[in-house]
């Protein structure tokens, strides 16, 4: 069983990330890459700059890993699931700045810097979502959260949850309006020095993640697993690449504001949002 | 158990596959040279970062900490019924009062 | 030379350019990266095509080296001269396909030198007066000065920025000191070159702003004539930047995604820019249309 778990998260990271290719347009591009040199940056931090991707790539993989494939069948069953993905969002934060530190150059650092700030205060609304999503099922397990969803989706049971979750799943996957470390204004930040192979994997760790963001959502909100007639993995698959298609349509639509003016909205209009939206989802749960 | 072989295992294979498809950089001086759109630096891009929100980074600790409290509030919530709610209410509105003060004292504006 | 199979493939991705404006190019290039079969590059690292459009005056040629050897090899670099846009998007298209083939790359212009000569105690040439003195792997570390903003003392970086920055108009170059991403001093020490009335039309101008607001989609729609589609536009701009004969960033971005040609009276950069971040500082520029840049620009130069 383990075994079939293992293949089936692996596949779903597989296919997903083609798939999100496909939903960016960058099958040509990203292949191109692989033809160019990789440029050496002036006294670089070469193990960080090597080993930012690969720690991006993991991380996606370890989130989808707590993800259930079936009610009562997750390759991690945890029953603290949702603190695993939430470390995972943590490290996000770490892993881009290395990624924008790591080339020694004027624009990776700021963005990196940047990220940083925009990056910790998005953590807080995540969580929040995550914890009133809990408050239902009297678990922090992804299973147990699934498990509560059996007669209505916390979509609709917590209609503030999923809009708050999106705006996590575009900082999360550096895209659009919460793409503050890779941003047109210092030449695309932190991937400003990537050249090649380089450029190349860091990409594809990112649309990577967003198959782990979006199938974190769609077992948090959108009952993962359940749905009739078509067998449970079926059904992850076809939510987590709705969540998918959705969060690049937002991130392809709508404007990003400076990364100071996001920060005071983050405080003073997300969090006590997602406060009210603990509130809420703590009422009807009683 | 599982848990961590699963964490460990995706962890090393995410290492070995990004290490196989990075090839070793290599340039010349002219060509490993900061993008600046054709200007120079004086120095090195490595420095004492001014990193501008770092008070809020302080507030940010505050409600990290109150996240700690409620992984097992969230547990016992529906058992323990509006008294649990009541608490993290009154805990929230204590730490929302440091969101309005750090707000008016422009710690949200790079200051 | 047969081709490899992943190289066919690389060869049918649209060609990575980057663009080195020169004086009344600038509309021209703009529509011209516009093309399906080219991809606008925001800096070099991520081009294969260097495309020098105009002639380029012989104070930017370092500069222009400085960028060209930036590029990863292999590598070409275009001349645009008389070319017709058509004429030139094929040259650049076959360009790259000789690139993807292995046929052509070009060598470093500048010499394989450190920028500065390495002297300085300890492993990696880091001490010199104290801590930092030293010139480790060819250059100074950054220094401390006091902040505008907090008067903390923390490092001042200061570098040269353009003329070729694609966020910045072709042509500008500023020094500028940073402390974190906020601009505490500032120094024009290019204007930007001189562009013809085409370079204020209201979609190029839009489009300028848009890509920095992140919609690369919605730009090309506007350069197309089609509707920008996007949501939150004005409300991403802050209200208060920017702010010249009673408009600001947002009222002229407003004006230009309807069609309204803008002009403003020549405003004082320095005065502008200064201690504005780096994000607010690059939407004030791109607010501007840049027949006013020039003229600001030229005017700082002259005082």
Same mark, same amino acid.
């Given at each position: 069983?383990t075994?079939?778990?293992?293949?089936?998260?692996?596949?779903?990271?597989?296919?997903?990330?083609?798939?999100?290719?496909?939903?960016?347009?960058?099958?040509?591009?990203l292949?191109?890459? &692989?033809?160019?040199?990789?440029v050496?940056?002036?006294?670089?931090?070469?193990?960080?700059?090597?080993?930012?991707?690969?720690?991006?790539?993991?991380l996606?993989?370890?989130?989808?890993?707590?993800?259930?494939?079936?009610?009562?069948?997750?390759?991690?069953?945890?029953?603290?699931?949702?603190?695993?993905?939430g470390?995972?969002?943590?490290?996000i934060?770490?892993?881009?700045f290395?990624h924008?530190?790591?080339?020694?150059?004027?624009?990776? =650092?700021?963005?990196a810097?940047?990220?940083?700030?925009?990056?910790?205060?998005?953590?807080?609304?995540?969580?929040?979502?995550?914890?009133?999503?809990?408050?239902?099922?009297?678990?922090?397990?992804?299973?147990?959260?699934?498990?509560?969803?059996?007669?209505?989706?916390?979509?609709?049971?917590?209609?503030?949850?999923?809009?708050? &979750?999106?705006?996590?799943?575009?900082?999360?996957?550096?895209?659009?309006p919460?793409?503050?470390?890779?941003?047109?204004?210092?030449?695309?930040?932190?991937?400003?020095?990537?050249?090649?192979?380089?450029?190349?994997?860091?990409?594809?760790?990112?649309?990577?993640?967003?198959?782990?963001?979006?199938?974190?959502?769609?077992?948090?909100?959108l009952?993962?697993?359940?749905?009739?007639?078509?067998?449970?993995?079926?059904?992850?698959?076809?939510?987590?690449g709705?969540?998918?298609?959705?969060?690049?349509w937002?991130?392809?639509?709508?404007?990003?504001t400076?990364?100071?003016?996001? =920060?005071?909205?983050?405080?003073?209009?997300?969090?006590?949002?997602?406060?009210?939206?603990?509130?809420?989802?703590?009422?009807?749960?009683? | 158990?599982?848990?961590?072989?699963?964490?460990?295992?995706?962890?090393?294979?995410?290492?070995?596959?990004?290490?196989?498809?990075?090839?070793?950089?290599?340039?010349?001086?002219?060509?490993?040279?900061?993008?600046?759109g054709?200007?120079?630096?004086?120095?090195?891009?490595?420095?004492? !970062?001014?990193?501008?929100? !770092?008070?809020?980074?302080?507030?940010?600790v505050?409600?990290?900490?109150?996240?700690? %409290?409620? !992984?097992?509030?969230?547990?016992?919530?529906?058992?323990?019924?509006?008294?649990?709610?009541?608490?993290?209410?009154?805990?929230?509105?204590?730490?929302?009062?440091?969101?309005?003060?750090?707000?008016?004292?422009?710690? %949200?504006?790079?200051? | 030379?047969?081709?490899?199979?992943?190289?066919?493939?690389?060869?049918?991705? @649209?060609?990575?350019v980057?663009?080195?404006?020169?004086?009344?190019?600038?509309?021209?290039?703009?529509?011209?990266?516009?093309?399906?079969?080219?991809?606008?590059?925001?800096?070099?690292?991520?081009?294969?095509?260097?495309?020098?459009?105009?002639?380029?005056p012989?104070?930017?040629?370092?500069?222009?080296?400085?960028?060209?050897?930036? $590029? @990863?090899?292999? #590598?070409?670099?275009?001349?645009?001269?008389?070319?017709?846009?058509?004429?030139?998007?094929?040259?650049?298209?076959?360009a790259?396909?000789?690139?993807?083939?292995?046929e052509?790359?070009?060598?470093?212009?500048?010499?394989?030198?450190?920028?500065?000569?390495?002297?300085?105690?300890?492993?990696?040439?880091?001490?010199?007066?104290?801590?930092?003195?030293?010139?480790?792997?060819?250059?100074?570390?950054?220094?401390?000065?006091?902040?505008?903003?907090?008067?903390?003392?923390?490092?001042?970086?200061?570098?040269?920025?353009g003329?070729?920055?694609?966020?910045?108009? @072709?042509?500008?170059?500023?020094?500028?000191?940073l402390?974190?991403?906020?601009?505490?001093?500032?120094d024009?020490?290019?204007?930007?070159?001189?562009?013809?009335?085409?370079?204020?039309?209201?979609?190029?101008?839009?489009?300028?702003?848009?890509?920095?607001?992140?919609?690369?989609?919605a /730009?090309?729609?506007?350069?197309?004539?089609?509707?920008?589609?996007?949501?939150?536009?004005?409300?991403?701009?802050?209200? #208060?930047?920017?702010?010249?004969?009673?408009?600001?960033?947002?009222?002229?971005?407003?004006?230009?995604?309807?069609?309204?040609?803008?002009?403003?009276? @020549?405003?004082?950069?320095?005065?502008?820019?200064?201690?504005?971040?780096?994000?607010?500082?690059?939407?004030?520029? /791109?607010?501007?249309?840049?027949?006013? $840049?020039?003229?600001?620009?030229?005017?700082?130069?002259?005082?």
């Amino acid at each position: 069983m383990t075994a079939l778990l293992t293949l089936a998260v692996l596949a779903t990271l597989l296919g997903g990330t083609l798939f999100a290719v496909a939903l960016d347009r960058a099958y040509l591009p990203l292949l191109a890459l &692989f033809t160019r040199q990789r440029v050496e940056t002036e006294a670089p931090d070469r193990l960080n700059r090597d080993l930012a991707p690969a720690w991006y790539l993991a991380l996606a993989a370890i989130g989808i890993a707590v993800v259930p494939f079936a009610p009562d069948l997750a390759l991690i069953d945890s029953p603290v699931g949702i603190v695993i993905w939430g470390s995972c969002e943590a490290l996000i934060v770490l892993t881009v700045f290395l990624h924008g530190w790591s080339p020694n150059a004027p624009f990776p =650092l700021i963005g990196a810097y940047r990220y940083a700030a925009i990056g910790l205060p998005v953590m807080l609304p995540s969580m929040f979502v995550l914890i009133a999503a809990a408050l239902p099922a009297e678990s922090l397990s992804l299973v147990a959260i699934v498990d509560s969803q059996r007669e209505v989706w916390n979509v609709i049971r917590q209609p503030l949850g999923l809009p708050l &979750f999106m705006v996590v799943a575009l900082a999360m996957t550096l895209r659009g309006p919460m793409d503050y470390a890779d941003a047109a204004d210092i030449a695309t930040g932190t991937s400003a020095e990537d050249s090649g192979a380089g450029r190349a994997v860091w990409q594809i760790a990112r649309l990577a993640m967003l198959v782990s963001v979006s199938a974190i959502a769609a077992t948090v909100f959108l009952g993962g697993p359940l749905g009739p007639v078509l067998p449970g993995p079926v059904w992850l698959w076809l939510k987590t690449g709705a969540l998918m298609a959705l969060t690049v349509w937002i991130g392809n639509r709508v404007a990003r504001t400076t990364p100071s003016r996001m =920060l005071t909205i983050l405080w003073v209009v997300l969090l006590p949002l997602s406060f009210l939206h603990l509130l809420i989802s703590g009422l009807i749960a009683l | 158990m599982q848990t961590v072989i699963v964490i460990l295992g995706w962890t090393a294979l995410a290492v070995l596959l990004a290490r196989a498809m990075q090839p070793v950089a290599d340039s010349t001086a002219p060509q490993a040279m900061p993008f600046l759109g054709g200007g120079t630096p004086d120095t090195h891009a490595w420095q004492r !970062y001014h990193f501008r929100p !770092y008070s809020m980074a302080l507030l940010f600790v505050a409600f990290e900490m109150e996240m700690m %409290f409620m !992984y097992p509030w969230a547990v016992v919530f529906v058992s323990e019924g509006i008294k649990a709610l009541a608490e993290m209410g009154m805990f929230l509105a204590i730490l929302s009062v440091g969101i309005l003060y750090g707000w008016r004292e422009g710690i %949200f504006r790079w200051q | 030379m047969a081709m490899t199979r992943l190289a066919r493939w690389a060869a049918r991705s @649209p060609a990575p350019v980057f663009a080195a404006i020169g004086p009344g190019r600038q509309a021209e290039t703009e529509r011209l990266l516009a093309r399906p079969g080219l991809r606008r590059a925001a800096t070099p690292r991520d081009a294969a095509i260097l495309l020098v459009a105009g002639d380029l005056p012989g104070d930017t040629a370092e500069a222009l080296s400085h960028v060209h050897d930036q $590029l @990863p090899h292999p #590598r070409a670099t275009l001349r645009w001269q008389a070319d017709a846009p058509d004429a030139i998007a094929a040259r650049i298209e076959t360009a790259w396909r000789d690139i993807c083939a292995g046929e052509r790359d070009e060598d470093d212009h500048l010499p394989d030198e450190p920028p500065n000569a390495w002297k300085g105690i300890g492993p990696h040439g880091q001490g010199g007066k104290g801590m930092m003195g030293g010139t480790p792997y060819g250059r100074p570390m950054a220094m401390t000065g006091t902040d505008i903003r907090d008067g903390l003392r923390l490092d001042r970086y200061t570098a040269r920025f353009g003329p070729f920055l694609p966020m910045l108009p @072709p042509g500008l170059v500023l020094q500028v000191t940073l402390q974190g991403d906020v601009i505490c001093d500032l120094d024009v020490q290019a204007p930007p070159l001189a562009q013809a009335a085409d370079a204020d039309a209201p979609d190029l101008c839009a489009a300028r702003m848009l890509r920095l607001l992140g919609l690369d989609r919605a /730009a090309h729609r506007v350069m197309h004539g089609q509707s920008a589609r996007a949501l939150w536009l004005r409300g991403a701009v802050p209200k #208060r930047i920017g702010r010249i004969d009673g408009t600001s960033a947002r009222d002229r971005l407003i004006a230009w995604l309807a069609g309204d040609t803008v002009s403003v009276a @020549p405003p004082d950069l320095p005065a502008l820019l200064h201690g504005a971040e780096w994000a607010e500082a690059m939407l004030i520029l /791109a607010s501007l249309p840049p027949s006013a $840049l020039i003229r600001a620009a030229r005017g700082v130069e002259a005082a």
